[in-house]
């Protein structure tokens, strides 16, 4: 069928694009990731940086998206609490994508396979990274799975499970329209798209389990990760 974006669609298109290139990790942060020395502890000190800078950001982005605000306050806190890992799954995964001219993603990496955290969990994190790369997703499509990721109405402790699963019916609804556009010879690309999300879930299990070795080994979060990570 003749699929349209409607001029309502194009505009909040247009507004979670801008605040999804808007809000990212400053430069200085993320540079730091080629600056600091390697070890163990090193690279768990600068991973939980980056992931403290990213969920100010990931805050930042969540409260542009149109609708957000007008939740429940206790709603938006455990729609937040409940996506940040996927989220920054998700994000950390563009930087995989990318190919930072700068060979932040061979660091990035390298960090990630040596800051404590167990094979079991390196190889999915490092599949789902390749699945995500070799999507080769545009801007639009990435930052429109990262809100219907922070739109899941079924996290833990969500009341009004039906005002939330409004919104995101919006942004799947304008999600499945622009990849029937961009790529009308992948007529499964949308579903391939989703599949992301349920591998997204696993691996957000899996993160908890991750937390829990770190922590054993005495390893310290900031306040504002034990905070969204309810740990401490
Ligand atoms: C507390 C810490 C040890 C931790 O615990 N679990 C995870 C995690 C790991 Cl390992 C993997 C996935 C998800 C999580 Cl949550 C982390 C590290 O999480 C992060 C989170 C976001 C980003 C963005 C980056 C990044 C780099 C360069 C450029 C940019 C950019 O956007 O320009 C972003 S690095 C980075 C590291």
């Not at 974006?5 to 694009?17: A, D, F, G, N, S």
């Not at 660091?107 to 999915?124: A, N, Q």
């Not at 070799?134 to 639009?140: A, D, G, K, N, R």
Request: proline share 4%; net charge negative.
């Amino acid at each position: 069928e003749k699929v349209e974006i409607t001029k309502e669609q194009r505009t909040l298109m247009k507004v979670i694009v801008d605040a999804y290139s808007t809000h990212q990790i400053p430069q200085d942060v993320a540079k730091k990731l080629l600056q600091e020395q390697y070890s163990a502890d090193e690279n768990f000190l600068l991973l939980t940086e980056m992931a403290t800078s990213q969920v100010q950001v990931l805050v930042e982005f969540t409260k542009n998206i149109p609708g957000f605000l007008s939740l429940d306050r206790e709603d938006q806190i455990a729609l937040l609490k409940g996506s940040a890992v996927e989220a920054m799954f998700l994000r950390s995964a563009q930087v995989f994508s990318r190919k930072m001219p700068s060979g932040q993603t061979e660091v990035l990496e390298e960090r990630i396979r040596k800051s404590g955290i167990s094979e079991e969990f390196i190889i999915p994190m490092f599949n789902f990274y390749k699945s995500i790369v070799s999507l080769h997703m545009v801007q639009e499509e990435q930052a429109l799975l990262t809100t219907i990721t922070i739109l899941t109405p079924d996290r833990p402790y969500v009341k009004d499970q039906q005002a939330v699963e409004r919104i995101q019916e919006t942004m799947l609804e304008l999600l499945r329209k622009l990849c029937v556009l961009q790529r009308p010879q992948e007529p499964q690309y949308f579903a391939r798209l989703l599949g992301r999300l349920t591998e997204l879930r696993t691996l957000s299990h899996y993160h908890a389990e991750m937390l829990t070795s770190w922590r054993t080994n005495d390893h310290k979060f900031t306040p504002l990760l034990c905070e969204i990570w309810d740990v401490q």
